[in-house]
């Protein structure tokens, strides 16, 4: 049975940074894209980023693109979100997610396409 478990969520000042982690079991993953989703009060899930699986490349939301980091380590099953200058409106709980194999790049966006999902973690943003 695969589970995810997500970690390092909580609160801190804008222009502060947060890492996220990420653990997964159940089987291994290399062939997998890992990636990260948020879903801020009142609002649709949305994409922030994901590291593409068979070693590809990573995909980051424009919102997140030069502020957020995504990185994953295959020998420990483990996807991380490094996450700079963070805002306000980056406040949300963010989702882990898991692909059985590797997308077609137009698809990384869609959390439909994502097979296992993690329990969330909140990141808020305020001082």
């Known amino acids: 049975q695969v589970q995810l478990v997500e970690s390092g969520g909580g609160l801190v000042q804008p222009g502060g940074s947060l890492k996220l982690s990420c653990t997964a079991s159940g089987r291994t993953f290399y062939n997998s894209d890992m990636g990260w989703f948020r879903q801020a009060p009142g609002k649709e899930r949305a994409f922030v980023a994901v590291?593409?699986?068979?070693?590809?490349?990573?995909v980051y939301a424009d919102s997140v693109k030069g502020r957020f980091t995504i990185s994953r380590d295959n020998a420990k099953n483990t996807v991380t979100l490094q996450m700079n200058s963070l805002k306000p409106e980056d406040t949300a709980v963010y989702y882990c997610?898991?692909?059985?194999?590797?997308?077609?790049?137009?698809?990384?966006?869609?959390?439909?396409?994502?097979?296992?999902w993690g329990q969330g973690t909140q990141v808020t943003v305020s001082s």
């Open positions: 590291m593409r699986g068979s070693g590809g490349s990573s």
């Open positions: 997610a898991i692909t059985n194999n590797r997308l077609i790049l137009s698809r990384v966006r869609d959390g439909g396409n994502y097979d296992y």
